[in-house]
C-alpha cells in the first residue's frame, strides 16, 4: 500500500468491489481470479 500511496481501507473497498463485481473471490489471507474478463466486457 505504501509503495502506491494508498491506504488499508482503500485497498479493503476496492477488493470488497471486485468481490461484489464476481472479478474476484477471498479466502482466508488469499485473493483467488475468480473469473477472465472476457473481450466483450472490456
Known amino acids: 500500500m505504501e509503495?502506491?500511496?494508498v491506504s488499508k481501507i482503500t485497498v479493503e473497498r476496492?477488493?470488497?468491489?471486485?468481490?461484489?463485481?464476481?472479478?474476484?473471490?477471498?479466502g482466508k489471507k488469499t485473493?483467488?481470479?475468480?473469473?477472465?474478463v472476457k473481450k466483450e466486457e472490456r
Open 31 to 36: 485473493i483467488v481470479i475468480y473469473r477472465a
Open 3 to 5: 509503495r502506491f500511496g
Open 14 to 26: 476496492a477488493i470488497q468491489e471486485l468481490v461484489n463485481e464476481g472479478y474476484v473471490e477471498r
